[in-house]
């Protein structure tokens, strides 16, 4: 290592000795020329002053240069902050404007579905009155009914309530009557629908009833020619209580039905000769003696003002007639206050 350095050092000083050897320079002045002698050292420490001064001057200049690209950057990227932050101002403006926008359309959205529940609950109001009068006025009407209903089972001598209370019979498939309204609890909890539920199921019961009453004639001509009640009997003269009326009539007229029913009796019964009777359900009870012929028998369901025998004279009889009876749970009422309903 020494050996190459010494080679080097050697080398470099035989640079030196060719590069920088003393000079001698004559310089004139005032009329004397002077020998001036520049020594190797002396210009070798000139020389290095020169390269550091020139590489110093490069260094500055590439900084100023490069000192000024970088001021023309930041001013470029000033400029564009600016564009950007302008840009942002106006989309914040265009976003505020449109959610102004949003905000009026909504409120006007609001206002108009908030009319929209307005006139829907007065229309509901309005129609709950109507609804309300309604209600009222069909109240007044089936009450009403129930007073004009009550008032002709009440002319037959019977009680309206306690028959709506009693439960009827079967009846024949081919009657028009209605079988009683089964009592429903109502849904509704307003008192003036419940009272017309009320109301209506009564009025039902009622008119079922009612088309269960025997208030036809079983003769198309209605000729009364002994009562209902006490009389003096056509064949001893003795006072007895006539438990029907008689109707008369020419021989094999028709007899008819005076309610919806079921035969329970078609027969022979002593002194009545040739009897048909009759259950009208409720208690009810139809029957038709002195009969010449039947046409029913036990079991036979009956509807309204059906053929089931015709006129005669069997039985303890005068003369061709019909000893026609109403009765109650076995108790004779008069016929004729359930004819003149129908009459």
Same mark, same amino acid.
């Given at each position: 290592m020494n050996v190459v350095a010494l080679k080097l050092w050697a080398r470099a000083s035989g640079l030196i000795d060719h590069w920088f050897h003393e000079r001698i320079f004559l310089v004139r002045g005032r009329d004397k020329v002077r020998a001036l002698t520049v020594t190797k050292r002396e210009q070798l420490v000139a020389a290095i002053m020169v390269s550091g001064f020139v590489v110093w001057s490069a260094g500055a200049t590439l900084?100023?240069? $490069?000192?000024? @690209?970088? %001021?023309?950057?930041?001013? #470029?990227?000033?400029?564009?902050?600016?564009?950007?932050?302008?840009h942002a101002?106006?989309? %914040?403006?265009?976003?505020? +404007?449109?959610?102004?926008?949003?905000? /009026?359309?909504?409120?006007?959205?609001?206002?108009?579905?908030?009319a929209q529940r307005n006139d829907a609950v007065a229309a509901a109001n309005a129609e709950v009155a109507a609804d309300h009068a309604q209600v009222e006025d069909l109240t007044r009407q089936v009450e009403s009914s129930i007073g004009s209903v009550q008032s002709i089972i009440k002319?037959? *001598?019977?009680?309206?309530? #306690?028959?709506?209370?009693?439960? !009827?019979?079967?009846? !024949?498939?081919?009657?028009?009557?209605s079988? !009683? +309204?089964?009592? =429903? +609890?109502?849904?509704? &909890? @307003? !008192?003036?629908?419940?009272?017309?539920?009320?109301?209506?199921?009564?009025?039902?019961?009622?008119? /079922?009833?009612?088309?269960?009453?025997?208030?036809?004639?079983?003769?198309?001509? =209605?000729?009364?020619?002994?009562p209902f009640g006490y009389r003096a009997s056509p064949f001893t003269g003795a006072r007895e209580f006539h438990v029907g009326i008689d109707l008369r009539d020419p021989m094999n007229t028709p007899v008819y039905a005076t309610a919806p029913g079921v035969v329970i009796f078609a027969g022979v019964e002593d002194g009545y000769g040739e009897l048909i009777e009759? @259950? #009208?359900?409720? *208690? $009810?009870?139809?029957?038709?003696?002195?009969?010449?012929?039947?046409?029913?028998?036990?079991? &036979?369901? =009956? *509807?309204? #003002?059906?053929?089931?025998? $015709? %006129?005669?004279?069997?039985?303890?009889?005068?003369g061709?007639?019909?000893?026609?009876?109403?009765?109650? @749970? *076995?108790?004779p009422l008069n016929p004729l206050q359930f004819i003149k309903v129908y009459h």
């Open positions: 900084t100023a240069a $490069l000192s000024g @690209d970088g %001021l023309m950057r930041a001013a #470029h990227a000033q400029t564009a902050l600016g564009h950007a932050v302008q101002k106006a989309e %914040l403006a265009l976003v505020q +404007a449109r959610s102004q926008a949003m905000i /009026a359309e909504l409120q006007a959205e609001a206002a108009q579905a908030q002319s037959t *001598g019977l009680d309206p309530s #306690h028959l709506v209370a009693s439960v !009827p019979e079967p009846v !024949p498939n081919n009657q028009t009557a079988v !009683p +309204a089964t009592s =429903v +609890a109502p849904i509704d &909890t @307003d !008192p003036s629908r419940t009272q017309l539920l009320n109301d209506v199921g009564r009025l039902q019961s009622l008119n /079922a009833v009612l088309q269960h009453l025997p208030i036809t004639a079983p003769l198309s001509n =209605v000729d009364i020619s002994s009759i @259950d #009208h359900g409720y *208690g $009810l009870t139809t029957r038709y003696s002195h009969l010449n012929k039947i046409l029913v028998k036990v079991g &036979t369901k =009956v *509807g309204l #003002h059906q053929e089931i025998g $015709l %006129l005669g004279n069997t039985g303890w009889s005068t061709p007639h019909l000893l026609y009876e109403t009765r109650y @749970d *076995g108790v």
